[in-house]
């Protein structure tokens, strides 16, 4: 590999980072192909459940340590109200980006408060250039919507919650 392939391949995963912070995405996997013998395989990821661990670990100062023990213990089980663990969460089936109309201009295809019946579009999720309706599950109606139309998702995302 020369020079100059490995200065581009730097500036390369550099954007590719950049490009993780950007859209609040967890990790990237890309493949270069340079030549029948020579290619670039490039993953980028980081640990945000880490990072939160991390912060709820960290107990406030306070002049009786005894107290703090149980505000750690509070804060430890609060990602109950995580909208990814809540049954009615309808999550990505795929990375991409999220649609929240068929088009530009037209109406959504829901709104809280909507009722929806089992198999009902309720938003596309775009991934390589495929546009990829995402059904409701079941019938319910539409409590919370997650995500903002045209942001970034990763699998798993929730992205409405159903009840």
């Known amino acids: 590999m020369t020079k100059s392939n490995h200065d581009a391949d730097v500036a390369f995963i550099q954007a590719l980072a950049e490009l993780l912070r950007e859209n609040d995405l967890t990790e990237l996997q890309v493949k270069r192909e340079y ?12 640990q945000m459940a880490q990072q939160v661990v991390a912060q709820v670990a960290a107990p406030a100062p306070t002049a009786a340590p005894a107290p703090a023990a149980p505000a750690v213990e509070a804060l430890a089980t609060e990602p109950a109200a995580d909208p990814a663990n809540h049954p009615g969460a309808v999550t990505s089936p795929m990375v991409g980006t999220v649609y929240m109309q068929a088009e530009p201009g037209a109406p959504s295809f829901i709104q809280v408060g909507q009722q929806v019946s089992e198999g009902d579009t309720l938003l596309i999720v775009e991934a390589m250039k495929t546009m990829n309706h995402i059904p409701a599950p079941r019938a319910g109606t539409i409590k919370r919507i997650l995500v903002d139309d045209g942001a970034a998702v990763e699998f798993g995302a929730p992205l409405v919650i159903l009840e």
């Open 35 to 46: 030549g029948e013998d020579d290619s670039l395989n490039v993953r980028v990821s980081r």
